[in-house]
């Protein structure tokens, strides 16, 4: 038997689309739950952003950057495995994207602080 014909047998056998149904029946609920949960934590920090934006008197229209900021700040808060210091200058790189794409640094940093409780990095 070839090696062309071995490997299309080993995909076929691998990609057996009912055993792949039968993998993600058993695991949705599961998932379905980790995702409800993700969910009401990415709105409720939605809503915390909405009132710092508020506070600080930011345009509405300037909204959307600012809440992409955020998630991206929500994004690096959920990793497993980077935490300290390795957050803290993960959101000041963050922050000094978004910085120099226009928005305010102050802002910024009130919604690293506030919303996430990352301090900024000491010198």
């Not at 056998?13 to 949960?37: C, G, I, W």
């Not at 506070?55 to 808060?77: I, K, N």
């Not at 919604?111 to 010198?123: H, M, S």
Request: glycine share 4%.
């Amino acid at each position: 038997m070839s090696d062309e014909v071995k490997r299309r047998q080993a995909w076929e056998e691998k990609f057996n689309t009912e055993r792949v149904k039968q993998t993600l029946d058993a695991q949705r609920e599961r998932m379905k739950q980790r995702y409800d949960a993700a969910t009401v934590m990415l709105c409720l920090m939605e809503e915390k952003t909405k009132q710092v934006l508020d506070q600080a008197g930011v345009h509405t229209v300037l909204y959307v950057p600012y809440l992409d900021y955020a998630r991206q700040l929500f994004r690096l808060s959920r990793q497993r495995g980077i935490s300290g210091s390795s957050a803290v200058l993960a959101a000041q790189v963050l922050l000094e994207k978004w910085a120099a794409r226009g928005m305010n640094p102050d802002v910024l940093a009130t919604i690293r602080t506030q919303v996430f409780d990352i301090a900024a990095p000491t010198p």
